[in-house]
T-cell receptor, first 109, second 117 residues
Framework: KQEVTQIPAALSVPEGENLVLNCSFT??????LQWFRQDPGKGLTSLLL?????REQTSGRLNASLDKSSGRSTLYIAASQPGDSATYLC????????FGAGTRLTVKP | GAVVSQHPSRVICKSGTSVKIECRSL??????MFWYRQFPKKSLMLMAT?????????EQGVEKDKFLINHASLTLSTLTVTSAHPEDSSFYIC?????????????FGPGTRLLVL
């Protein structure tokens, strides 16, 4: 079964910093990998989807990379803002969705 | 641990019929339940947020008259796909957030695979 681990569990940074969130998965036989954002009491919002044939995907200040061979993905957030504060989750979309515990990000003004 | 069940796990129906999918939190009360849709090998997309005792909030592009959501109790939410068509065939997943504890906690159900012929 797929196991997903995210590091760090929590991260607090001052506004403006660039930061990296890490995601590792045990089963490299994935079709793609998706990064989500979760705000308290809200559903998961999809941020980026990286196809298995891609190595990275960019959306605004977000850049996600995927290395299937090593079972890793990173989410890079540039020039962080207080509005980026949320929990970030990654998962390879599949029938039995397995998420890691996520990384809780706090960006201080 | 918190368990969320979905019923049925798999359903095949004829085009034009309606299908109801149940999502239950088995050992906790869930004030909020979420419905997601997943296409084969593709991403998981949030369809709607369901709060007990109130109308569901639908994401942009999701037809509320097509996908009826009812959250009548703290342990049950239902998704009814009305007048189903082949393009509605998909994997539907629900998740539930406990009434107590961190609001960001979500427990996912095992999903329901719908095939419309």
């Amino acid at each position: 079964k797929q196991e997903v681990t995210q590091i760090p569990a929590a991260l607090s940074v001052p506004e403006g910093e660039n930061l990296v969130l890490n995601c590792s998965f045990t089963d490299s036989a994935i079709y793609n990998l998706q990064w989500f954002r979760q705000d308290p009491g809200k559903g998961l919002t999809s941020l980026l989807l990286i196809q298995s044939s891609q190595r990275e995907q960019t959306s605004g200040r977000l850049n996600a990379s995927l290395d299937k061979s090593s079972g890793r993905s990173t989410l890079y957030i540039a020039a962080s803002q207080p509005g980026d504060s949320a929990t970030y989750l990654c998962a390879p979309p599949r029938d039995d969705m397995r998420f890691g515990a996520g990384t809780r990000l706090t960006v201080k003004p | 641990g918190a368990v969320v069940s979905q019923h049925p796990s798999r359903v095949i129906c004829k085009s034009g019929t309606s299908v109801k999918i149940e999502c239950r939190s088995l050992d906790f009360q869930a004030t909020t339940m979420f419905w997601y849709r997943q296409f084969p090998k593709k991403s998981l997309m949030l369809m709607a947020t369901s709060n007990e005792g109130s109308k569901a909030t639908y994401e942009q592009g999701v037809e509320k008259d097509k996908f009826l959501i009812n959250h009548a109790s703290l342990t049950l939410s239902t998704l009814t796909v009305t007048s189903a068509h082949p393009e509605d065939s998909s994997f539907y997943i629900c998740s539930a957030s406990p009434a107590s504890g961190p609001q960001e906690t979500q427990y996912f159900g095992p999903g329901t695979r719908l095939l419309v012929l």
